[in-house]
Every structure is written in structure tokens, then in C-alpha cells.
């Protein structure tokens, strides 16, 4: 089936240090997202992106996190500078639609260890 | 406001018991609920879902019940497996957004 694929799947930062994770969302897929998640429990949504802009975010989507899509290339999430609250898994998602009747592809994650 | 929410928070059952588990939510003009079931290391994927014109949806051992007037769904496991053990996050939608609950996270002991 369709995939989301997140590169890489594990990073190590110093804190203070910049971050950029990278999703290749479905191929036709229209919307994106970033989740955090800690301690494989509480999917916390971060924010959604369409047509190159952020559509909704949450609190969590600190003044320190931007994300971007240039054409043709791989969704991603920086993090400018990174704190130790920052560490945890990062899921990107992609759908077809923003919602109703659409299913949610998820990627498997990358394990961000702030140090 | 939390949009989605889910009890227990964590379940544990034996092999061949029905697991119940429970969703809540806030915003009547959510119309679609999805249920998404996570493995560790992997990320959640559809398991099965129901809109709100529907009162229940059934695929294999799994069956989503839905009462939109008190704005509450089940997502009952019957003859549970231990390769049941996963997160179970419910979701709630309109046209236009998507929410996930806290998860649920089910153990299923042989």
C-alpha cells in the first residue's frame, strides 16, 4: 500500500543545535502532517501543511519548529534550536483529503534524542 | 479543549476475551471516526473505521459501536489475540480537520 516514508529513522543532537527531519509523503497526497509522540503513547498533533502553507497548528508548535515543502522534494520539520523537551518520536502524515471520509498515512517515525 | 478522548488508558486482557475500548467527543459536526492500531516502532494504521450515519461497523473481530447522541464510540475486539497487543487511537473528522485521542494501549496475554 501507500507508504510515508521518514528519514532518518534515529538522530542524536546536542541541544541548542538545529534539526531537520524529512518525510516523503504519498506521491499524490495533498496534506501533511507532523505528530510528536513520547513514550509510544499520546499522538500530539503539531501541525498540518497544504498548498506550501501551515493550515493549523498547535501549542506545541513552538516558535522554534518551521516546516516547508519545496516542490518535487521531502516535507520537513526544523527545529531551531532544539531543547531536551524536544526528544521524542516525530510521525509525518499524509492524506488525500483534510479530512472526512480519507484515510491518514503515517510514517514510522523518527526517534529524536535531544542531549 | 480536548477535542478526542479515550478510556482506558491502558487494557489488559486474556486470549479470547472481548477487549472494549472507549471514545469520547467534543464537536457534534465531526461526521468520520476512524480507529488507527500501532505497533511499537511502526506508525498507526487504519484499522477500521465508521461515519456517523451508522450506529455500527463490524470487520472480522473488530466492531465499532457508535451512539452520536451521547457523542461516544467502542471499539470492541472479540476472541482477542496476543497480536492484538498494540495502541488503539481513536480519531474524529469533518471536512476539514482530523483529531486523535490519547491512544489506548491493549495487552493481550495468552
Known amino acids: 500500500g501507500p507508504k510515508v516514508l521518514q528519514i532518518p529513522s534515529h538522530q542524536i543532537i546536542d541541544m541548542g543545535q538545529m534539526v531537520t527531519l524529512n518525510c516523503d509523503p504519498v506521491s499524490n497526497h495533498l496534506y501533511f502532517y507532523w505528530y510528536k509522540q513520547i513514550l509510544g503513547q499520546q499522538m500530539e498533533f503539531l501541525v498540518n501543511f497544504y498548498n506550501g502553507k501551515v493550515m493549523e497548528k498547535s501549542k506545541l508548535f513552538k516558535d522554534q519548529f518551521s516546516v516547508e515543502r519545496p516542490d518535487g522534494s521531502y516535507f520537513t520539520l526544523k527545529i531551531q534550536p532544539t531543547a531536551l523537551e524536544d526528544s521524542a518520536v516525530y510521525f509525518c502524515?499524509?492524506?488525500?483529503?483534510?479530512?472526512?471520509?480519507?484515510?491518514?498515512?503515517f510514517g514510522k517515525g523518527t526517534r529524536l534524542t535531544v542531549v | 479543549q480536548q477535542q478526542v478522548r479515550q478510556s482506558p488508558q491502558s487494557l489488559t486482557v486474556w486470549e479470547g476475551e472481548t477487549a472494549i475500548l472507549n471514545c469520547s467527543y467534543e464537536?457534534?459536526?465531526?461526521?468520520?471516526f476512524p480507529w488507527y492500531q500501532q505497533f511499537p516502532g511502526e506508525g498507526p494504521a487504519l484499522l477500521i473505521s465508521i461515519s456517523s450515519v451508522s450506529d455500527k461497523k463490524e470487520d472480522g473481530r473488530f466492531t465499532i459501536f457508535f451512539n452520536k447522541r451521547e457523542k461516544k464510540l467502542s471499539l470492541h475486539i472479540t476472541d482477542s489475540q496476543p497480536g492484538d497487543s498494540a495502541t488503539y487511537f481513536c480519531?474524529?473528522?469533518?471536512?476539514?480537520?482530523?483529531?486523535f485521542g490519547d491512544g489506548t494501549q491493549l495487552v493481550v496475554k495468552p
Open positions: 480519531a474524529a473528522s469533518d471536512n476539514n480537520r482530523i483529531f
Open positions: 502524515a499524509s492524506s488525500l483529503e483534510p479530512g472526512g471520509n480519507t484515510e491518514v498515512f
Open positions: 464537536d457534534s459536526t465531526f461526521n468520520y
